[in-house]
């Protein structure tokens, strides 16, 4: 079966970046596609007023079409470059863009193509917050497609992280890792599950108990996470076997569940640092909430806060 992916390209170094790390990742998978897409923008500056209707309409197609060859040929000769194949290379434009984030994704669907790949720009701390990032756009309206966020530099470290909530969340990643990463040899993938923060029912609640109060409460906290963690434990072994089975050695696949510290979020990304991951799955399914933009979904905060890594969000409905 072909595995496409739309890669969009934007002509800046940091995409030409990110598409090049693709190329290498991909370039000996033979069933992999890439269609690089390129949206060029309106440019209502070539109008003037003494250009009449016709003479605009010619100059500005004529321009546009200019533009957007150039970046294709550029983006497509640096993907050559990286050893991935030119048989496996497609090139679409999109002439007049007004929204590129839209246009991304209707090529998408209209392509039947389940995975949308982009480069992250560089943008300060604060404008990473900003409403209307293309990447971010396109992650949070993309429905059941994958988008991978590419930002690099990326550590090459041979290293895939899977960040499962759940028995669903570890189904799809590990089937989706299985299916577009089992195939490349050396990498080294591990399962992770960061435990929740204890539930308001096992709290004390602000007051003192007595002692054969705590020795009950303490007894139902550890029933309570001796249950969770072997249900963890269950469905992870489901998933190490799924990509046993994709041809990953068994000595490749690791699991591990840690309890949470400072928050789901942000100790999955201090593991990301800390551990120098290359590629990094979470699911998106809370995107799928309409919770306001910059409203805390953890993979919102994920999306806007990992670095030097090869995000992959996976629709885990």
Known sequence: MQKKIL?????????????????????????SHLILFYCVQQLSSLYTVEMDEVDAA???????????????????????????????????????????ADDILRRAQAEGIGTIALGRRGRSSAERFLFGSVSCKVAHHSGPDAVWIVDTPVDESQKVLLAVEGAQDCRVLTQYAGEFLGSIPDLQFTILHLMPP??????????????????IL???????????????????????????????????????????????????????????????????????KKTPFLVGSRANKILHTVRGVMLCMVDSQ
Request: with cysteine; net charge neutral.
């Open 7 to 31: 890669f969009a390209v934007d002509g800046s170094s940091r995409c030409l970046e990110a598409l090049s790390t693709v190329g290498k990742l991909l370039k000996n998978q033979a069933d």
């Open 58 to 100: 010619k100059v500005f197609s004529g321009k546009v079409e200019r533009i957007g060859d150039s970046v294709l040929q550029e983006a497509s000769r640096v993907l050559l470059d990286s050893g991935f194949p030119a048989d496996r290379i497609q090139s679409k434009v999109e002439l007049g863009s007004q929204d590129p």
């Open 198 to 215: 204890v539930p308001p029912a096992y709290w004390d609640h602000g007051r003192i108990l007595s002692q054969e109060e705590k020795r």
């Open 218 to 288: 303490q007894i139902h906290l550890e029933k309570y996470q001796s249950q969770w963690t072997k249900d963890a434990e269950n469905y992870m072994a489901e998933g190490k076997n799924v990509l046993i089975q994709k041809g990953i050695p068994p000595e490749n696949v690791t699991t591990r569940i840690i309890p949470t510290h400072i928050g789901i979020a942000r100790d999955l990304l201090n593991e990301i640092s800390e551990n120098r991951y290359e590629i990094v799955l979470i699911g998106k399914k809370s995107f799928q």
